[in-house]
């Protein structure tokens, strides 16, 4: 295979939007969470944490979930509060789950908040 100046550039791009340490693709993500960023795995990321609001998890659990594609040239979902809510009929929050999934940097991103209450 030979390298031309314009394939390593595009590399070099690529790359550099993946090792940033998230700043950039954090800012796309709708479970950025109350006490700030997730690690992102620049070739595939699979991670979870959660917020409490008290000390017990409720009984009901319900989920919402976005996906980005192709760069961020597709997305669909409601990865919402209000969603997660409905999803399960909770009326109080008393904790919250972020669910993030990521390959090849912005090839592909989910993220599901998944949120737990009465």
């Known amino acids: 295979m030979k390298l031309t100046f314009k394939s390593v550039l595009t590399l070099a791009v690529i790359l550099l939007f993946n090792f940033n340490c998230g700043t950039f693709i954090n800012q796309l993500s709708a479970t950025k969470g109350l006490h700030g960023f997730d690690h992102n795995g620049s070739i595939f990321q699979n991670t979870s944490r959660s917020e409490s609001v008290v000390n017990e998890i409720g009984s009901k659990s319900g989920q919402a979930c976005q996906s980005m594609f192709f760069f961020t040239a ?8 209000p969603a997660a809510k409905r999803a399960a009929g909770i009326n109080k929050i008393n ?3 972020y669910d993030k999934t990521r390959i ?3 090839l592909y991103m989910k993220d599901c908040i998944t949120v737990y209450g009465e």
């Open 74 to 81: 597709v997305a669909v979902g409601d990865a919402s509060l």
């Open 104 to 106: 090849l940097g912005l």
């Open 95 to 97: 904790h919250i789950t």
